[in-house]
């Protein structure tokens, strides 16, 4: 598309700015390749057979009049070659150029030319008559070479031939529709960036069509053009611009009403969505009848729903419903973008309601697709594994939406895993991870296939998959969690020593983590069970030193007592005992004696 586009524009732009003596015609990509560039080129000339007689040569004085004279001689010479019908046409623009038009075998047109002393432009021009083409030069195409002179002589050859030998003797190249000659130098035709050429020869000449000729009216198109082809790249900041310009300047151009929507589209991409609803209010005010009205009312939801603002969206997009009755698309779209809004404010059901209301009046593939990925991913957000898993798996069946069938994937298989088929849920887990290797998914992939086989009692292997993802993937936030999964699944085998240095790695790497705690309590608990109970209970101490969450320190209290318990010191077990309980005091110092090889140490521990 960009490609296209960025001869399109070339050859528009050229109608401001070529001294040749044709007028516009269009044309599309820009080089001639082996790969279709002709049937491309005829892909874009009705875009632009509207703009033929409109886009005059803005030169003004002698070249303008010659520019007429030449205008009303292609015109004549075409006329007269229709109304010739089969019998040969002869042009012959002075006495050193007879050139001859018939046809041939199968009704194929053949050309023959003898010129003398001639210059190349002059052929050129010759040709352009009989063949009724626009000829348009690269106006860096060193001129000199079409003011130089040579002798032809061909019969009855295609102009093909002809054009390839006049122009081939100065290193020049062409490439043509059924309207349009447009030439250049070889060299450009034939390097890498040629697309690139033709994008930034189309933004020069638009900017020097604006310099030029600020105060021609229609100069207006070139700052539209300009716009349309930053709209096209992206580029809405510079597009913005131009459309601005059009809607300050020339305000009772044609090009004023799209370019004032355009501006709404440009900041709705640029995120500034006052500026954008602005725009749109501007233009509905401006132009209440046009079709776009609804569009830009329903862009105004959208803003609205972007910002948070939903509730005032909910009543942008009923009144798109109440008052665009009679236009189907865009109240479609209103229910569908209203859905999504009552999904952004947790009302699933609600969502769902309308989702299926909109169901049967898309179409397109892509947008029941996600229509029915909606729904499911609504049933899934409610806890309804089942139905949000048959509406997943039908999905995949049916085989459409590729753009979401890797997220339909994921949920179907988290789907499976909170109904406790872990063999499904791997399987589908696995599936996702090969199908997409290059995905930023990955990850999360194989954190759940781990989960999966640690659900399964397979803890080897879930610790093999765990290690392979934070190989792979070290920088990734699952592979916090992949580390801290791999220190349970040691736990769960009875390997405490091991699961005790797996937590205590996690915690070293990961401080920050919203599993940090967890990760302590792993290490307390892994040293509890180990019977390592002086080193357990200091690290259930640390554990109090970090968290002041009720349940966590609950739970460590309680770990504690049971720590003394088995130890035998039934005293200090009752005061943690009691701590796990709570206590009235706002805050108390508790002391406990600590027997361990080296002897007896007092640890002190603040309860906030």
């Not at 044709?22 to 080089?31: A, P, T």
């Not at 348009?136 to 079409?146: A, G, M, Q």
């Not at 169901?359 to 309804?384: F, H, P, T, V």
């Not at 659900?455 to 392979?468: G, L, N, Q, V, Y």
Request: charged residues 25%; hydrophobic residues 35%.
């Amino acid at each position: 598309m960009k490609k296209n586009l960025s001869f399109k524009i070339l050859l528009i732009a050229y109608s401001f700015l070529t001294v040749f003596t044709f007028s516009l015609v269009q044309g599309d990509e820009s080089i001639n390749t082996p790969f279709d560039v002709h049937e491309k080129l005829d892909a874009e000339k009705r875009n632009l057979e509207k703009l033929q007689m409109q886009l005059q040569i803005l030169e003004t004085g002698k070249d303008e009049n010659e520019q007429d004279q030449n205008v009303q001689f292609q015109i004549g010479e075409l006329i007269k070659s229709k109304s010739i019908g089969q019998t040969p046409i002869v042009i012959n623009p002075n006495e050193n150029i007879v050139l001859t038009k018939e046809l041939g075998e199968y009704g194929v047109p053949v050309y023959s030319i003898d010129a003398t002393q001639v210059k190349i432009a002059d052929v050129l021009q010759a040709l352009s008559a009989s063949l009724g083409k626009s000829i348009i030069v690269d106006d860096e195409v060193d001129l000199s070479n079409l003011s130089s002179y040579v002798n032809i002589s061909i019969q009855k050859s295609p102009v093909q031939d002809i054009l390839e030998m006049v122009l081939g003797m100065r290193g020049l190249e062409f490439v043509q529709n059924e309207d349009s000659i447009f030439v250049t130098s070889l060299a450009k035709l034939n390097v890498d960036t040629a697309f690139e050429y033709y994008r930034d020869k189309s933004i020069h000449l638009y900017q020097k069509a604006q310099i030029k000729y600020p105060n021609d009216r229609r100069v207006v198109k070139a700052y539209f053009e300009l716009g349309n082809y930053y709209y096209e790249l992206g580029f809405n900041f510079l597009a913005l611009q131009e459309y601005q310009i059009i809607v300050g300047k020339y305000r009772e151009s044609p090009q004023a009403k799209e370019s004032l929507f355009k501006i709404g589209r440009c900041y709705d991409s640029l995120k500034d969505p006052e500026s954008a609803r602005r725009a749109y209010f501007q233009f509905m005010y401006s132009y209440p009848k046009d079709p776009l009205v609804g569009d830009a009312l329903l862009s105004v939801g959208d803003s609205l729903a972007e910002q948070g603002l939903y509730h005032k969206a909910l009543d942008v997009y009923e009144k798109i419903i109440r008052e665009f009755a009679t236009e189907d698309t865009v109240t479609t779209r209103a229910q569908f973008n209203m859905a999504k809004t009552y999904v952004q404010m947790g009302d699933y059901r609600k969502a769902i309601q309308l989702f299926l209301k909109t169901r049967w009046k898309y179409y397109s593939d892509q947008m029941s697709a996600e229509i029915e990925y909606q729904i499911g991913n609504c049933l899934y957000l409610l806890n309804e594994y089942q139905d949000a898993g048959n509406v997943f798996g039908n999905f995949l069946m049916n085989q459409k939406g590729e753009e979401f069938v890797e997220n339909v994937s994921y949920l179907l298989g988290d789907c499976f895993y909170k109904q406790d088929n872990y063999l499904g849920a791997f399987q589908i887990f696995r599936k996702t991870v090969e199908a997409y290797p290059k995905s930023k998914k990955i990850p999360y992939g194989m954190y759940c296939m781990g989960k999966s086989l640690k659900a399964m009692s397979m803890p080897e292997s879930a610790i093999k998959t765990f290690r392979e993802g934070i190989q792979g993937y070290p920088d990734d936030d699952y592979a916090s969690k992949m580390l801290f999964e791999i220190g349970k699944c040691y736990f769960d085998k009875g390997d405490y020593w091991l699961a005790y240095n797996a937590f205590d790695s996690f915690v070293r790497q990961y401080p920050h983590s919203e599993l940090a705690a967890e990760g302590m309590i792993g290490m307390s608990d892994a040293l509890l069970h180990d019977k390592k109970y002086t080193e357990a209970i200091n690290s259930y101490i640390e554990l109090l030193k970090t968290s002041n969450e009720k349940k966590i320190r609950q739970y460590a209290y309680n770990r504690i007592g049971e720590c003394y318990r088995d130890m035998g010191k039934l005293e200090q077990a009752i005061k943690a005992y009691r701590m796990s309980l709570g206590s009235s005091e706002d805050t108390i110092q508790e002391t406990w004696d600590i027997n361990d090889s080296s002897g007896t140490k007092t640890c002190n521990v603040e309860h906030m």
